[in-house]
T-cell receptor
Framework: EPEVTQTPSHQVTQMGQEVILRCVPISNHLYFYWYRQILGQKVEFLVSFYNNEISEKSEIFDDQFSVERPDGSNFTLKIRSTKLEDSAMYFC?????????????FGSGTRLTVV | EDQVTQSPEALRLQEGESSSLNCSYT??????LFWYRQDPGKGPEFLFT???AGEEKEKERLKATLTKKESFLHITAPKPEDSATYLCAVHISYGGATNKLIFGTGTLLAVQP
């Protein structure tokens, strides 16, 4: 069964450092997402990406965050200057189409710890 | 404001003891309701999508139902391996640009042998 792959599984970084979280979505999917889950809290929407541009972003997704699809397979989330409150599980998801019976497939996540 | 609420927050069952989890929602632009299973330290694993009131879907010991305001996940004769957090998420869409999931806080299910 096709999977969404995320690397690394765990990243520890110092406050103020830049991090890049990587995702390989399912190959024929067209819509890409980043969600995050702070420990003990809800899974929260960060950003959606389609046709090489951001479709929508949440209030959390400020100027410190950026996304990129540098080639036909990778989808990255960059945090420019990490803060302690950025510590969370970050999930990448992809979807074939919107509407209809098309589910979101999530990766296993990257646990980001900012110290 | 779009909101998804799950209850109970935690549920402990004996093996074989059937029960139901609830997901209530107040959203506009609903385009589907999803149930996911999440194991500790893992990503959400897709279980079901429901689109219209009255719809039901089943998979092994799980059955999901949908009304206009809530969804239930019924677990029949659960086994210890069903222990996980069960997440409900509604897919909302406004016009053509917005397509995203709004999650509830989840129900932590523990099934004891």
């Amino acid at each position: 069964e096709p999977e969404v792959t995320q690397t690394p599984s765990h990243q520890v970084t110092q406050m103020g450092q830049e991090v890049i979280l990587r995702c390989v979505p399912i190959s024929n999917h067209l819509y890409f997402y980043w969600y995050r889950q702070i420990l003990g809290q809800k899974v929260e929407f960060l950003v959606s990406f389609y046709n090489n541009e951001i479709s929508e972003k949440s209030e959390i997704f400020d100027d410190q965050f950026s996304v990129e699809r540098p080639d036909g397979s990778n989808f990255t989330l960059k945090i420019r200057s990490t803060k302690l409150e950025d510590s969370a599980m970050y999930f990448c998801a992809s979807r074939l189409k919107t509407g209809g019976n098309y589910g979101y497939t999530f990766g296993s996540g990257t646990r980001l710890t900012v110290v | 404001e779009d909101q998804v609420t799950q209850s109970p927050e935690a549920l402990r069952l004996q093996e074989g003891e059937s029960s139901s989890l609830n997901c209530s929602y107040t959203v506009s632009g609903l385009r589907g309701l999803f149930w996911y299973r999440q194991d500790p330290g893992k990503g959400p694993e897709f279980l079901f999508t429901l689109y219209s009131a009255g719809e039901e879907k089943e998979k092994e010991r799980l059955k999901a139902t949908l009304t206009k305001k809530e969804s239930f996940l019924h677990i029949t004769a659960p086994k210890p391996e069903d222990s996980a957090t069960y997440l409900c998420a509604v897919h909302i869409s406004y016009g053509g640009a917005t397509n995203k999931l709004i999650f509830g806080t989840g129900t932590l299910l523990a099934v004891q042998p």
